[in-house]
């Protein structure tokens, strides 16, 4: 009896091929898996949104698969099954992050950053880019696995921080 080529795949994480001979190959390495990525963001103006769009946009281009929240739309369910996280936020007040929102979603997560993948970005109206130093160094005591620099933007993203969001995006996906 000939059963000629037989592949099995378990969960979509193992790949085997057992030819006729009872020969069993392993092409689990051939096999690529996409990262998750979740781009989570707070804008007041639209400026921080725009910067996770293309944060988005580069993860996806890079084959990930990312989804956009918003911070009150993001829970810490949605961050354990995400590979990689970009927390978006502007400068708000005396530079600090915006503290209805953003900073209770973040406080919710900031135990679990623990080797977790992520990236930073927001934009600011005046002063110079303090909050965001601040934010980082949170992220690094907490133990996060930074990714990549920073993205930060003086009010509207230009092309030059549109496309920095992208590669972060990009940085996220391969990570």
Same mark, same amino acid.
């Given at each position: 009896m000939h059963f000629g080529l037989l592949r099995l795949l378990f969960a979509g994480r193992f790949n085997?091929?057992?030819?006729?001979?009872?020969?069993i190959e392993n092409k689990t390495e051939r096999m690529i898996f996409m990262s998750k990525i979740a781009v989570v963001y707070w804008s007041g103006t639209g400026n921080t949104e725009a910067m996770a769009n293309a944060v988005l946009e580069g993860a996806k281009n890079a084959?990930?698969?990312a989804v956009l929240y918003t911070a009150?739309?993001?829970?810490?369910? $949605? #961050?354990?099954?995400a590979d990689a996280v970009a927390f978006?936020?502007?400068s708000m007040g005396a530079e600090e992050l915006e503290e209805s929102e953003f900073q209770p979603m973040f406080?919710?997560?900031e135990?679990?950053?623990r080797d977790k993948k992520i990236a930073l970005f927001g934009s600011y109206?005046?002063?110079?880019?303090?909050?965001?130093?601040?934010?980082?160094s949170v992220c690094h005591e907490a133990g996060a696995n930074l990714i990549? $620099? #920073?993205?930060?933007?003086?009010?509207?993203?230009?092309?030059e921080a549109v496309e920095a969001c992208k590669a972060m995006g990009a940085a996220l996906a391969n990570a």
């Open positions: 085997f091929e057992i030819d006729s001979s009872g020969l084959g990930a698969d009150s739309g993001f829970s810490l369910e $949605d #961050f354990n099954h978006g936020c502007p406080s919710s997560v135990g679990e950053l109206g005046w002063g110079d880019g303090e909050w965001m130093r601040n934010w980082e990549c $620099d #920073f993205v930060i933007a003086n009010e509207a993203p230009d092309d």
